[in-house]
């Protein structure tokens, strides 16, 4: 059977950066610590004024190709992940194949192009459509160009303000890739919630703490139905777990339930059983709330414990790095975390050729997936070629002020001119609207 995965990624993030403990908090009357420990995150990215999910998931894609020595002729198909999206008949992707088009002689009039929608779960839904695709034998000895491209804004004062961002993913998936390869084993966890939407409106209504239940109760879900093709998970088995990442607490609330189910009948629950006893079991009680109430119990002691914390530093933690850094990029926020990890691999000089992966993703409305993805012998190299670190330096570092203009700006019903604070080079940009209200866009060298 051919090996199918990604080859390769390239990460844009939008040009501005909010400092959430130095800028917003103090406006919000809030304490910085509410955001770096408690949410996790130190700073939101934005996009320019100049910026849109489609420029940063070209420039992403651009980028991407360049590297790769990838012209149109070598994809098949162009499917873009989005919870931004601006137009309810014009997928993105034509708008990003026709700015690529700009800057290749050939064209992309041969590939199959798409937008899929599930929240920030599209992102990996994609990957699975070009999986399947090249699996079928469909794709003519082509790639798939994969997008996942976001704006995640909340209306002004809303709780999820603090959790913003925006950038974009763009991956090849290919036979015989060079970063990572698929598991054909999947779980779900999918059930009609309705803890996040946008009833065609742009900034989200959301139950927020109602959110983070669904979130855990269908990632369990998922788990446990990926066990169940996929055999049982155990916490050695995995280098790291990249999970969809709201803001960096919620991939803590995650963890401790993922490991705690991971090591229950294992010997790491027996070695534990010394210090905290072991797990309570639902038919040693003969209510439910009894025994949610020790299940809870068990989790606090097993947050605490070294094992647990070793664990969690090794296997959860580093895949947080980026997302502390440029807040929710909805769609591509597993993808970031998987990019994390591997960077800290790089960094650290592990070599994590062949280790595995288990992904956790999720999308509001809702519905987890979780997937193995295995190490390739290329990792490396395609990871010393992000120059994310630069990027997430090189960004202007907004005021409250600019900020505040930064949101209307992008705010679908207003109309706000603004200055871009950075100037663009070798890259796409938005220059405003067509006869017909379609977004037009060039690219400036
Ligand atoms: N020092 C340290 N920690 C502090 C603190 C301080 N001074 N002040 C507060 N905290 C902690 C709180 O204890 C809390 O942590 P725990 O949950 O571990 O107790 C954390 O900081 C956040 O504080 P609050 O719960 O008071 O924050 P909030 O109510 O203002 O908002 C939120 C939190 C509900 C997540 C909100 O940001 C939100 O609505 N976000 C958008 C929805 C979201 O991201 N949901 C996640 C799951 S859905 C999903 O994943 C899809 C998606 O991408 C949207």
Request: glycine share 8%.
């Amino acid at each position: 059977m051919t090996d199918v995965g990604i080859d390769a990624i390239e990460i844009w993030t939008g040009k501005l950066k909010l400092d959430l403990a130095e800028t917003f908090a103090p406006e919000m009357g809030e304490d910085p610590e509410k955001y770096t420990k408690g949410l996790g995150l130190y700073a939101s990215s934005f996009p320019d004024a100049h910026e849109d999910i489609v420029t940063m998931g070209a420039n992403a894609a651009h980028r991407l190709m360049e590297r790769k020595g990838l012209t149109p002729d070598d994809i098949g198909r162009i499917d873009v992940a989005t919870e931004s999206a601006f137009d309810n008949s014009k997928p993105v992707s034509t708008y990003i194949a026709g700015c690529l088009e700009q800057v290749y002689d050939e064209d992309f009039h041969h590939a199959n192009k798409g937008e899929r929608k599930f929240a920030c779960i599209s992102g990996t839904q994609s990957l699975d459509d070009a999986y399947n695709w090249i699996k079928a034998g469909r794709n003519r000895g082509r790639s798939a160009l994969v997008v996942a491209t976001d704006t995640a804004l909340y209306a002004r004062g809303d709780p999820g303000e603090a959790t913003q961002g925006a950038g974009a993913v763009a991956m090849i998936v290919s036979e015989d890739p060079d970063l990572v390869e698929l598991s054909t084993e999947q779980g779900y966890g999918s059930a009609d919630e309705t803890d996040f939407l946008k009833p065609n409106q742009q900034f989200p209504s959301v139950d927020g703490k109602r959110s983070m239940q669904v979130y855990l109760a269908r990632m369990r879900e998922a788990l446990e139905d990926f066990e169940s093709v996929a055999g049982d998970t155990h916490p050695d088995d995995y280098a790291f777990i990249p999970y969809h990442t709201p803001f960096p607490g919620m991939v803590r609330k995650a963890g401790l339930l993922g490991y705690r189910h991971m090591i229950r009948g294992t010997e790491y629950e027996d070695d534990l059983a010394d210090a905290i006893d072991r797990q309570p079991r639902e038919d040693e009680f003969d209510e439910r709330e009894d025994y949610e109430e020790a299940i809870r119990d068990y989790m606090d002691d097993l947050k605490s414990t070294d094992q647990y914390q070793e664990w969690y530093g090794e296997a959860v933690d580093p895949t947080l790095d980026i997302s502390r850094e440029v807040g929710n990029w909805y769609t591509g926020s597993v993808h970031i975390a998987r990019a994390s990890a591997l960077r800290h691999a790089a960094e650290n000089d592990l070599d994590v050729t062949g280790d595995r992966l288990l992904v956790g993703s999720y999308g509001s409305g809702a519905q987890a997936e979780i997937h193995a993805e295995t190490v390739q012998e290329g990792w490396r190299e395609e990871i010393d070629a992000l120059d994310v670190d630069e990027q997430i330096r090189n960004r202007y570092d907004i005021s409250f002020e600019e900020y505040e203009q930064v949101h209307d700006r992008h705010n679908h019903e207003k109309t706000v001119e603004m200055e871009a604070f950075t100037e663009p080079s070798g890259e796409f940009v938005f220059t405003g609207r067509g006869a017909m209200d379609e977004r037009v866009y060039e690219y400036v060298e």
